[in-house]
């Protein structure tokens, strides 16, 4: 037996040395153990694994609520593990995260304060859950509550991950976290990737893919390609955004390789919305950097897409309907014509309630009771479906909310407002296309990113130039 003096030797060493450790691995180690084990049960259908892996990304988001965040960003974009029954994994792991930050409170003492933006959304969120409480007291009944109670616990979970997000990394390191959220978009664009036009994916993907059939337009673990798209666009422009703070050879290697793939993933998914937002936020970020070549990139863009849309609509018609024919046009002109129907349904539910709107998730019973549509149909617009269904109050508070960010952005420096501008500017584009805030499984990276940027410590750190001169290499740089 060790002596009382030699045993509080090794423990003090064995302190040191993990507090040596980098934090990055702390984290990023246990997470990805854990995620492993879930996706591995997900893709071999073993509900033992993912009951086992679920339990244990629980645990650790009480314990240690970061390696419970970097799960969940793992996770996220993935199809959900089906042995967690319903409200599912995502929306039990943001709770286990509350509740984690709550019992670091007495170890982290902080200054709790709300910004103007969080305030902001916390008011949309108290005003969205009166309007959907009839629902939740009748149980969310039939298949319109149904529809209601996924979107309310959608739009939940995700103020619930910014939340959390904005405790566990203010002032911290964002590295662990976004390292975790490539490793999650990295999964997502392999899967999708590689069961492109692969009908009836069988192992390691078939678990992990949402819809699988030849020769429709790659989606992956999503079941909308457009959302698909869309979230390998925000995450192509998360790693332009970061890629002057990375100097790490291997670490660019890794970067350039998921872009690649988030690339294809883009192509695959053939979405001219998520191409739109994709490409502004990325000339956003050159912006910032380089203004004369925005300009040549925005050029150039202008440019590629009258010469290269026509070849790339008929891509896209021959893919999912045998050949680009005139009818292939007509039904893709009246596809287009649906969504746009849609759109204008927004303002006739406006101007029939403009003080309050609707009601949520109400917008697709409504564009018939309402707007006349001869099929209900959802706004593909978020701020349409605002203003429709929330009305004037919400649509003010959803406004607050975007312009209070505007200005937080403003304070940041370095590549913290780099990634914070070309994050928002992503969101703001591509929710012309989509309800993005009603799907958790698309917003969450991006809204963990935007948090990151707004509140995250973006480390400065020294590196020798020449017989030990030290250089300090600006904010936000990772070796």
Request: aromatic share 8%; hydrophobic share 55%; proline share 6%.
């Amino acid at each position: 037996m060790l002596r009382p003096s030699i045993e509080r030797g090794v423990a003090r060493s064995a302190s040191d040395a993990l507090s040596r450790l980098p934090r990055a691995l702390l984290v990023v180690v246990p997470a990805s153990l854990i995620s492993a084990l879930i996706v591995v049960g997900i893709a071999v259908g073993s509900g033992a694994l993912e009951l086992v892996g679920s339990t244990l990304a629980l645990v650790a988001a009480v314990v240690a609520p970061e390696v419970g965040l970097g799960v969940l960003v793992v996770l996220a974009p993935l199809q959900p593990p089906p042995a967690i029954p319903a409200p599912g994994l995502n929306f039990l792991l943001v709770g286990a995260l509350l509740v984690g930050c709550l019992w670091r409170l007495p170890i982290d003492r902080p200054r709790l304060r709300l910004s103007a933006s969080a305030l902001f959304l916390l008011g949309f969120l108290v005003y969205i859950s009166a309007q959907q409480l009839p629902d939740m007291l009748g149980g969310y009944r039939g298949d319109e509550g149904h529809t209601i109670g996924y979107l309310f616990f959608q739009v939940l979970a995700g103020f619930g991950l910014i939340l959390a997000a904005g405790y566990l990394l203010r002032g911290r390191s964002p590295w662990p976290i976004l390292i975790m959220a490539m490793i999650g978009a990295a999964l997502a664009a392999i899967v999708t990737v590689a069961t492109f036009e692969n009908q009836g994916a069988g192992s390691p993907f078939g678990g992990l893919v949402a819809v699988a059939d030849a020769g429709l337009r790659a989606a992956g673990p999503f079941v909308n390609p457009n959302y698909m798209g869309t979230f390998a666009a925000a995450v192509l422009v998360g790693i332009v955004a970061v890629w002057t703070s990375v100097s790490s050879p291997i670490a660019k290697s890794l970067l350039v390789g998921l872009a690649i793939l988030c690339l294809i993933a883009i192509v695959e998914a053939q979405s001219r919305g998520a191409i739109v937002a994709g490409f502004a936020a990325i000339a956003a970020v050159v912006w910032l950097r380089s203004r004369p070549l925005a300009i040549s990139i925005v050029a150039l863009g202008v440019i590629a897409a009258v010469l290269i849309y026509p070849a790339f609509v008929q891509w896209r018609l021959t893919n999912e309907l045998g050949d680009a024919s005139d009818a292939g046009y007509v039904a893709m002109t009246q596809s287009d014509d649906a969504r746009l129907n849609a759109s204008l349904a927004g303002p006739a539910m406006f101007a029939a309630e403009p003080i309050f709107g609707v009601g949520f998730g109400q917008f697709v019973e409504k564009s018939v009771e309402i707007s006349g549509l001869d099929t209900a149909i959802n706004a593909h617009n978020w701020y349409v479906n605002v203003l429709a269904e929330q009305g004037t109050t919400g649509g003010l508070l959803w406004l607050g909310a975007m312009v209070a960010t505007i200005f937080e952005l403003r304070k940041r420096r370095g590549v913290a407002r780099v990634v914070g501008i070309g994050m928002f500017a992503m969101i703001v584009v591509g929710s012309n296309f989509l309800e993005l805030p009603d799907s958790f499984q698309l917003a969450a990276i991006p809204a963990v990113i935007l948090v990151a940027a707004l509140v995250a410590k973006w480390p400065e750190r020294t590196r020798i130039i020449a017989r030990g001169t030290p250089a300090t290499v600006p904010e936000g740089t990772m070796a």
